[in-house]
């Protein structure tokens, strides 16, 4: 073969190790470029010559070193945080898509940015973002949203069950009156009542102590006729000189309900100051324990807000007030120059015996706000009934309040949010969210068939297939996170060591092409 084997040998290893030189120089350069996904040559054996083949094995002698292939390396680059809310990172296999005009290219670098159209486009080339319908995506800049009228509001929390206030808008006996272990009623005699422990006698006195709704005090006397009735008790508590039933400003009116219990209620509600107090006059012969029968209530005030159709907003009181044992009423109301309510009240809110709700009357309420002429009709709901899933009567803080409802006031576009499946969202200053778009994702089969393109960019090529288009979270395509961009994978230690190792091999091969050419000169000598 001689020696100019041995030197076109040196030559493509001299050019091989070059190609190697530029291919770590080029992964050096981009260590810091967003996305960049590192290369890798791979070297083969050029044609071998057959100097021989004789029985024993053949007598061949090597031509030289090419480039056989150079590799791309696709593991996950580490996600750096931006603080850009345009900026995304995908963790897994997926490739954004983006529009040059003619054709689609695809990206692991999310570095995006909205163009004057307000079109999201990748910011280094201003190639337009795709979703997954295929469109370019929009940023709603500068849009709004008009109110909405709320026609649904959900009530959750707790309503104590324990009636503990002295003062209420209703108050009722703690226990209830029997007689022989049945609940008493308006025609149950007092000298049968099972707390009355010493039969009264004509000229017995019951004294009847506390406060009417407006605060002012009460003290009235109630003188027993023999065979007098609970009734008298109730005519005592209803007469002018106690409560006053027939006053319909300041006057409550006193009861009994089916479970045995005297109820005094206000006549005009909306009042805390009720307070009611029964004991024996001092020099009697009969007794009751009235102490086993104080008067106590609940009452409990939650708010919440009522947009009507231009989006204007209206709180609205909710007074929660016990009728009875496990029965409520709510009352709402609102300031005068808001407008009134055409109808105010929830009656006969009952729960079980296990704190769940049961049921109410109904739940739909009128609103007719000052400057509109129609009466808005807002549904409440309340929850289920057997179950827990809205208001609930329990030992314990009254909690009740509206948790949702459907209205809301006009607002202005503020920001973008971006969740791990690409889905890009409007943010407005009412707190409306609304969906832009949704990002495409492409997934290839074979990655190294991809050709780079610069700018960070691939394309496709017929060794890289077709792409598999998808959302963020399916199958290898990875999530995608806002406020980051994927760093590049360049490994600095592999690369300084390959980048040894090609200059060694550029050396080496220079030093055959000096030995064979001083060899050739020797040669060239011997006629000397």
Known sequence: MGLGGALYAGVSGIRAHQNMLDIVGNNLANINTYGYKSSRLLFSDLLSQTM??????????????????????????????????????????????????????????????????????DSNTGYKVIDTNGNSITIPYNTTVSGKATSKASLTGNLDASSASTTAEIVMTSSALTSSSTAATATTTLNSLDTNTTDYIAGDTVLITGNKPDGTSVSATYTYVAGDTVQK?????????????????????????????????SNTGGKDNLSVTLTDGGSNTGKTTWTSHSFNGTTYTSSLDIFDSQGSKHTVSMRFTKQGDNKWDMNTSMSSGDGTITTSKISNISFNSDGTFASSGSTTLAFKFNGLSSTQSVIFSLGTSGKSDGLSQNGGDSTAAATSQDGYE????????????????????????????????????????????GDNLYSQTSASGEPVYVTAGSGSAGSISSGYLEGSNVDMATELTALITAQRGFQLNTKVITTADEILSDTVNLKR
Request: no cysteine.
């Open 52 to 121: 021989s083949n004789g029985s024993g094995n053949p007598l061949q002698v090597g031509k030289g070193v090419k480039v056989a292939s150079t590799t791309s390396n696709f593991s996950q680059g580490t996600l750096e945080a931006t603080n850009n809310a345009l900026d995304f990172a995908i963790q897994g296999g997926g490739f954004f898509v983006v529009n040059g005009g003619t054709k689609d290219f695809f990206t692991r670098v999310g570095s995006f940015d909205t163009n004057e159209s307000n079109y999201l486009v």
């Open 233 to 265: 008790i109730l005519d005592a508590l209803n007469a002018a000189t106690a409560f006053n039933s027939a006053d319909t400003t300041n006057g409550a009116t006193a009861s009994i309900d089916s479970a045995g219990k005297i109820v005094v209620k």
């Open 410 to 453: 006009y607002g202005s576009f503020d920001s973008v949010s971006v969740d791990s499946y690409g889905t890009i969202d409007a943010l407005y200053t009412n707190g409306i969210t609304k969906t832009v778009a949704t990002l495409k994702i492409a997934l290839f089969n074979n990655l190294n068939g991809l050709s780079r393109e």
